[in-house]
């Protein structure tokens, strides 16, 4: 797996509203040109996940059709 170092100074992170005020969270930052950024909210200068947003579009479409077991 390659790391790619990218600024995520300017993002601008939310998590789910049903998520309430719990701290294990993930956190999504949709506001960068080009890159759909997830990080956990535990962590928040921990490291991110980057995706091209068809990328997270996929994953998203996945999760509601229910492809992904918890």
Do not use: Y
Not at 2 to 12: F, P, S, V
Not at 19 to 46: F, H, M, T
């Amino acid at each position: 797996m390659n790391k790619i170092h990218m600024d995520l100074t300017g993002a601008q992170w939310r998590k789910s509203t049903r998520s309430n005020s719990q701290a294990n969270c993930v956190e999504v930052a949709r506001n960068l040109p080009g890159v759909v950024a997830v990080r956990d909210s535990k962590n928040p200068n921990g490291p991110a996940l980057v995706f091209t947003p068809p990328e997270w579009g996929a994953f998203l479409d996945g999760v509601a059709d229910g492809d992904f077991e918890v």
